[in-house]
Nanobody, 119 residues
Framework: QVQLVESGGGLVQAGGSLRLSCAAS????????MGWYRQAPGKQRELVAG???????NYADSVKGRFTISRDNAKKTVFLQMNSLKPEDTAVYYC?????????????WGQGTQVTVSS
């Protein structure tokens, strides 16, 4: 019953910005790590940005200085602000979270949201 729902993807020109959101719902006692992954056609899924419950963050080298991950724990939501977008950022972006519910810890994934950057 625990779900993650992403929103905010779309089509933008190179140099533009997008803000992705991911909201967790269901019976949730706590959330530890949350993160954003992406997968381009023919490529491996890769970690873009991660955030711990204590506020520590990490980023892929390719997005450092351009992307920012943040979270609102009260709303059980994580965000990814993407600036100075490049065509190479085109991919399906997935939200991931470690969620504690009635049956223990779960590794939960969202359905993904498409980001397309044109030149």
């Amino acid at each position: 019953q625990v779900q993650l729902v992403e929103s905010g993807g779309g089509l933008v020109q190179a140099g533009g910005s997008l803000r992705l959101s991911c909201a967790a719902s269901g019976i949730i006692f706590s959330i530890n790590n949350m993160g954003w992954y992406r997968q381009a056609p023919g490529k491996q899924r890769e970690l873009v940005a991660g955030s711990t419950s204590g506020g520590r963050t990490n980023y892929a080298d390719s997005v450092k200085g351009r992307f920012t991950i943040s979270r609102d724990n009260a709303k059980k939501t994580v965000f990814l602000q993407m600036n100075s977008l490049k065509p190479e950022d085109t991919a399906v972006y997935y939200c991931n979270a470690d969620v504690r519910g009635p049956v223990g810890w779960l590794d939960v994934w969202g359905q993904g949201t498409q980001v397309t950057v044109s030149s």
